[in-house]
């Protein structure tokens, strides 16, 4: 990298950090989701102390009976916040610390890309309007969204990679890394705005294929980037996948959520912005696309046409016109997701996936719109004015977007006090639960016989240890809820765990002193994930030192 490559580096983290000074304001503030965040590093914490990793089960959750939360919640932001709170910070300060090192992150991935595509001056123009589109604000101040905020980092290098894939001659183990690294962490991020990512990743590798010049080798390198991306997010991916049966999330989230979420031309155009929930009458959060980038797509498109109307290209504008008119495309269709006109293909979507909110397409289209900035920053004459003029629009139309609501100091044990399970709906709860013995103050093992003596000699989040003695046999009942993993032991022998009927874990000891054991443990479907994961970044790894400087 050249020297002005960093200073534009060093411009970026300190630009987002005066963008950001609110998060540096003590305690955390008002949101939609700060609770579940904070609540859910706190955990995720836990977990890693307890030795559990990687972290699936939550012993705390659901009144205390234990909730199988990060078997399907996104982990990547905690990665990011762990190494925060580890370092010394709260887990409140971790939290809003992660939004802003993401959102650096970001910008970084974002000026990289456009840099090797574009050149420098296109590159910052096109990074400004990624950070500076007002969903970027909405999900941090007013829906303190982390997962939706970490996905922001992973789009733009997987672009640059396969830019590079298109550019070169032969298949390139480090850009085929690079991507399937990219989409493992868009993955880990937020598993819904990655499958709205994927639909439109799937519309720019059919437009590419049919233009490209070497089609094979664009085929096979985006057939090891899917094998290679799914085996570096199969230790979360296939439990995640399979394991949602075992829950009551179809019955919560069913085809009924398709259809309510969906804005007009005018909402994505210019919305007030608030800090409440959609169409929330005290003010509801803005889900506008922002004047600057609905500037870029339309300055965008007016480059597009008069760089087809050229004659004599070079290759390399071929290409950028190429991807320009891709990314066009892919602008456009976003747009049309979040449109009622778009209801039939979301009744196709939803028998695949659910995605809770047709809006969540606005990080591809806010990608998509930095593209055409930074495309038409470098093809048209007077690039420094129109530069100069985008950017100042852009950080213009956002300059009161940019602030936190109020104040919430608020201690930790009374944000954990407010959080059953950091879901609304609580979907991830195994189906063979009873909800209405979900009731706190339950002691935490019970026995069926009278006069037993239990002592609890260690309960963590993986590992319950305790010793029970009675002058007769009968069932000792564990209060936690019962998830594929949980193994016990009496006396040092397996034993049978029974939990259909209410859906604690049930044991039957015999007379007099026994020594009890549980253990949570991998699934064979889930160490074979976690191998598959291991030897997946083992290869990345390796394709990366190996071939860093092809």
């Not at 950001?20 to 706190?42: A, C, E």
């Not at 990624?130 to 939706?148: H, L």
């Not at 397409?361 to 998509?368: K, S």
């Amino acid at each position: 990298m050249k020297k002005t490559d960093f200073i534009v580096i060093a411009l970026i983290i300190l630009f987002s950090v005066l963008t950001l000074k609110d998060l540096f304001i003590p305690g955390f503030y008002t949101s939609h989701d700060g609770i579940h965040q904070i609540v859910r590093l706190y955990y995720f914490d836990k977990l890693m102390h307890d030795g559990q990793f990687p972290p699936r089960y939550v012993g705390n959750l659901l009144y205390g009976f234990g909730y199988p939360l990060f078997s399907f919640s996104y982990q990547m932001p905690w990665f990011f916040g762990e190494p925060l709170h580890f370092a010394g910070l709260s887990v409140i300060d971790s939290v809003k610390m992660t939004f802003l090192v993401t959102y650096v992150l970001s910008g970084i991935a974002m000026f990289i890309f456009q840099k090797k595509v574009f050149g420098t001056l296109p590159a910052i123009v096109g990074t400004v309007v990624y950070q500076y589109a007002p969903y970027r604000f909405s999900n941090i101040f007013v829906r303190a969204a982390i997962g939706d905020a970490t996905s922001f980092i992973f789009p733009p290098l997987f672009f640059l990679a396969i830019y590079m894939i298109k550019k070169g001659k032969k298949i390139s183990g480090k850009w085929i890394s690079l991507s399937a690294l990219s989409i493992a962490g868009l993955l880990l991020s937020h598993a819904m705005v990655f499958f709205l990512f994927i639909i439109c990743i799937g519309i720019y590798f059919i437009l590419s294929y049919l233009f490209v010049p070497n089609k094979k080798l664009f085929l096979v390198s985006f057939i090891s980037i899917g094998f290679l991306a799914s085996g570096l997010s199969a230790y979360y991916f296939f439990p995640s996948l399979i394991e949602r049966n075992y829950t009551v999330f179809a019955s919560i989230f069913g085809p009924e959520f398709v259809g309510n979420t969906f804005l007009s031309i005018k909402d994505l155009i210019y919305s007030p912005w608030g800090y409440g929930m959609m169409n929330a009458k005290e003010g509801a959060m803005s889900l506008q696309v922002g004047i600057g980038q609905w500037l870029s797509v339309i300055a965008g498109f007016i480059g597009l046409i008069w760089l087809s109307l050229r004659r004599n290209l070079s290759n390399k504008e071929k290409l950028l016109r190429g991807e320009a008119f891709i990314f066009l495309v892919i602008f456009i269709f976003s747009v049309f997701l979040m449109l009622p006109l778009s209801l039939f293909l979301w009744k196709l979507i939803s028998r695949f996936a659910i995605v809770d909110f047709t809006w969540r397409v606005l990080p591809v289209t806010v990608l998509a719109a930095s593209y055409l900035a930074g495309f038409l920053s470098s093809v048209v004459h007077g690039r420094e004015f129109f530069a100069f003029l985008l950017v100042l629009i852009t950080l213009y139309a956002v300059r009161n977007d940019t602030r936190i609501n109020q104040v919430q100091n608020w201690s930790m044990p009374f944000y954990l006090s407010l959080e059953s399970t950091t879901n609304q709906n609580d979907e991830y709860t195994p189906q063979w639960v009873r909800s209405d013995l979900l009731k706190p103050g339950l002691p935490k093992v019970e026995f069926s016989g009278n006069n037993a003596v239990i002592d609890i000699k260690d309960m963590k989040s993986n590992y319950i240890s305790l010793a029970e003695n009675a002058s007769q046999s009968g069932i000792l009942q564990i209060n936690r809820v019962y998830y594929p993993g949980w193994v016990a032991y009496v006396n040092g022998r397996q034993a049978q765990i029974n939990y259909k009927d209410n859906g604690f874990m049930k044991l039957r000891v015999a007379a007099g002193r026994n020594l009890v054991e549980a253990k949570f443990m991998e699934t064979p479907l889930r160490k074979i994930s976690d191998i598959l994961s291991i030897i997946s970044l083992l290869v990345a790894s390796y394709l990366i030192i190996r071939y860093r400087k092809t």
